[in-house]
């Protein structure tokens, strides 16, 4: 491709409305340009990395015996009335009605179009498993639309539903799909990990997320120093400790804190760390049929630590969904402000994490606005408790795998895999007759991809100052080819067009900068778009009947002679 | 693909509410299942052909210098607005809002998008032509959605919008995107024609349709038997007779014609051909600033032609759109019923199509009802007249391009291809600075493909009473491979097996029937899938150490021996 034929559409300045870098390198690349709130348009640099990235996503499903379908994007209530969704979810999902008044929603998943396919179509055991795939546009009506095409309402994702009659046979497809995300990210040239994770509302047992990690990343990953072990911290468990706990040598005494509240500001005043105090938080209590049961729970946590909600949220005495008591209710349960509160002397009961349950000699709040107690030992001090995992694990915390200990780094989700069980096809009782000639309701996985989420989780990870970095890969042109002054020299145009010739003919994808610019401008736009090899032919290089090649990534370059350009792209370009 | 691990999903029964052959092939052969009215999803079996297809035309257009982009489907209203089609369309085009209440459009295409990018991105004429293409998916709230992904509201498109300073320019791109239009039909495998067609509503000097030619298209095209000629029949100029009006030889008389109202009843009621009967049809006449003007306008066509409305439109007298009378306007403008007008004696415009002129003791309705004229002759017993092109070309006509004369066939509109001009380049002022450093507004051509419809338009005209007959270029698989008992002989599968494996090493798509079925349903499927080679494996042709080919369309069959089998293949099948 020619620039000067080509809509380069790069941007010197970096746009003021772009938080992220990945949004940033997008829109000053020529990558996209913004519609409209969270809608994108592809401009054609974009449109080439993202097709790279859907036929490998293509070619490891086909691989993996997933079979290709193509649903509509614009999908009648009818199906979302049945599973129960159109009244579950809220703005995201796009409703609007049709010319005949008739209800239809904009599709931000295709659970329940694939489901009533299946029932349809499939009515023996025979025909099963089966696993379909589409690479389809969504619509997703985000409150607020952020970061690019990270968070964009409308966006490309590779779906797929598998349908079984089994636990094991569900699990193999797991399996082989977990392997094929595998292949697929690893084929993209991305640093991504697959991270347990929590199934959230969607329910089923198993689920793994795949993350490019990235210090920009939303999520934190917890990683064993030592094993595979890999979870999303909302999901990794932290240990109990092995030891004992330290024996009582403080009294119990309580002392007048008088604007202190947080936990580093008591630390700082009584000259002690966060992990000699305990702090407590009050959540809503999972409501019984005894009216006299108590409406709250106590959570305690370890001054340093952070209380995991996903976790908080699973224990039998915590209400559904998370609640936290407010400021009123807290000042009636311990007749202090929240700066001031403890576990001592509470009525209600009390949840001790397991590092807090470990402490000796702790301060807490004295639930009395303005004093805290030192010198606390558990039930020297306290009534009995409870203790539970509450906490989000930190680096250093033993791994839960049993060997070495926990790493965290911060990831990007790109992919998520679902063990669903029967959620949809019980609800809309999409069954099969089994071996047996009864009818047995269907077990089902799902599969995403956010294929269009893909281009700027790369970029997270692949940038330096001058711009995108791109994997040979996904790479929007291979090699950018960069004549220096070729319109004042007749001998570097023709040996750009020569090489431009050797190069397409030998099948590579080839940028040729042939624009009437300085040098320091194709030379500043080929590392922006973040094209992975770089030819650049100058006066001084021709002499020798050489030209001088960079790599993006490393920086390193050499003098190629000329009638090896192509061999040595052919060792140097990695095809995907 | 093995049978057993894939969704084939034929049926054996005509669905009862698919019209058209093709349609009713869609849902037989299991490449598409209906949603809801207009929405389609696609079966592994159609998606398949639909990605072949959209290779094609992918390839092809990248030949032809345009380049990819992707704009969202979701448009936001301003645009539309800005444009003037917000007002201009009806509720074909579905609207709608978001969370935040502010006004979309689902697009059924994108001249708005794509010249509000052009407009930002290009400032230059350094930066021009530029042509620029996406395969997307569209919604048309068509207000009868049929013949199912024929007139689908959801569907997918290929439009390409090309930007220039000159029509000379435009010209250029047009011709090339002609050729390559051309070329993929080519590739397809379809029997088709370019024909030269009205750009209606759009506007624009120049437009060309690519007809899918099968007896079932809805459009008529007329076609010179001597030249390349071909246009849609709305266009084609029939020219006026070379010969001088046959010179009066009867007196005009008026007769009783009870009860006999059109055309054909005149003519057998008088013993007549339709050729020898003018008939009279009124319309709105274009307004004018003199109210004295006649409001209606009187069009004169022998019995058995028709009139051509978009002819008829574009005449300077007649009113656009065009606009018949009512009975009652005609009772008041003639005195007689529709049943027995005439233009003899109206003191309104008489417009007579070049052939009627050509009458002479012709007859026609008395303007009394229940009467008709005999021996009419122009002039002699009529005023005066203008004369003009206003009626379908029929077959045996003289060609408009001067060589042979003219057939008529019928086709599928699977392409239409337009010089635009700056209907939309004007409206949202896309202009910029040419040589002389002046700004000036863009010319546009458009260009676009029906991707899904290809499926139907391909049926329509490639099938017979078993099934679907592919071309090879667009076939969901090339070869099926038809073991007959496998699963009672362990050679037959054996030698199925070991095939099967070296085909698909060969690089051939095969569908390897590997299911428990009768042979006969195994051969019906295959057939109504349509693929277009079969290699059947049976005991006593294995016995010879061979499998029996046949060839779907032409149904050819040879005997092949089984180590030939993929030399053969490679021999036979065509590829893309």
């Known amino acids: 491709m020619r620039s000067s034929q080509y809509l380069l559409s790069t941007m010197k300045e970096t ?24 809608l994108y348009t592809y401009l054609p640099t974009g449109v080439r990395t993202l097709r790279k990235v859907e036929r490998i996503v293509r070619e490891e499903l086909n691989k993996a015996g997933a079979i290709e379908v193509l649903m509509p994007m614009v999908q009648n209530a009818e199906l979302w009335q049945e599973s129960g969704r159109w009244e579950q979810m809220d703005a995201e999902l796009l409703r609007f009605q049709d010319r005949h008044q008739r209800d239809f929603v904009l599709g931000p998943t295709h659970e329940e179009v694939i489901t009533d396919l299946i029932r349809r179509e499939v009515t023996s055991y025979k ?27 409308e966006f490309l994702m590779k ?10 046979c569900l699990q193999k497809t797991y399996d082989a799909m977990y392997q094929a995300y595998t292949n697929i990210f690893t084929r993209l040239g ?20 795949f993350h490019v990690l990235a210090s920009s990343g939303e999520d934190a990953i917890a990683f064993s120093t030592e094993s595979d072990y890999a979870a999303n911290v909302e999901m990794a468990a932290a240990l109990p400790p092995q030891a004992e706990r330290p024996a009582a040598t403080q009294p119990q005494q309580k002392i007048s804190t008088p604007n202190v509240g947080s936990v580093d500001e008591v630390a700082s005043f009584l000259g002690l760390t966060p992990q000699q105090i305990a702090k407590t938080l009050f959540v809503r209590a999972e409501p019984t049929d005894d009216s006299s049961a108590p409406a709250f729970v106590a959570l305690v946590l370890r001054g340093d630590h952070q209380l995991n909600e996903v976790k908080a949220e699973k224990h039998p005495l915590v209400a559904q969904p998370l609640t936290f008591a407010s400021d009123e209710e807290i000042k009636a349960l311990t007749g202090a402000l929240p700066g001031s509160v403890g576990p001592i002397g509470l009525n209600i009961p009390v949840i001790v994490d397991h590092s807090a349950a470990q402490l000796a000699d702790f301060v807490c709040g004295a639930n009395e606005t303005g004093y805290h107690l030192t010198g606390v030992n558990w039930l020297r001090d306290s009534a009995a408790f409870d203790t539970a995992d509450l906490r989000n694990v930190v680096a250093g915390d033993a791994s839960p795998c049993g060997k070495g200990s926990l790493e965290i780094r911060r990831g990007i989700e790109v992919g998520h895999i679902f063990q669903l069980g029967d959620k949809y096809s019980q609800a809309m009782k999409a069954g099969v007759l089994n071996e047996e000639g009864k009818n047995q309701i269907l077990t089902m996985g799902c599969y995403g991809i956010g294929v269009s989420r893909i281009l700027a989780a790369a970029i997270e990870q692949n940038h330096d100052e001058h711009g995108i970095i791109w994997p040979d890969a996904i790479a929007p042109f291979q090699i950018a080819l960069i004549p220096m002054n070729m319109h004042k020299s007749v001998r570097i145009q ?14 590579f994808e080839v940028l040729f900068d042939d624009r009437k610019e300085r040098p320091g401008v194709m030379f500043a736009d080929m590392e922006l778009i ?28 050499a003098l190629l002679a000329l009638d090896a350009v192509v061999a040595e792209m052919q060792a140097r370009v990695q095809q995907a």
């Open 494 to 507: 023709q040996a750009a067009e020569q090489l431009y010739q050797q190069l397409t003919e030998a099948g």
């Open 159 to 168: 779906d797929a539903y598998s349908f079984h009659l089994s636990q094991d």
């Open 190 to 209: 991305l640093n991504f990990r697959a991270v347990l994770a929590d199934s959230g509302a969607i329910g089923g047992s198993v689920s793994h997320e």
């Open 127 to 153: 025909q099963l498993p089966l696993n379909l795939y589409q690479i389809q546009t969504k619509f997703r009506d985000e409150r607020r639309p952020r970061f690019g095409v990270m968070r964009a309402r």
């Open 15 to 38: 746009p003021a409305d772009a938080e992220v870098i990945s949004h940033q390198l997008m829109l000053r690349a020529g990558m996209v340009r913004r519609l409209a709130s969270g």
């Open 530 to 557: 973040g094209i992975p090899h770089q030819i650049v032919i100058g006066e001084r290089n021709l002499d020798q009947q050489q030209v001088e090649y960079k790599h993006r990534r490393s920086g390193d370059k």
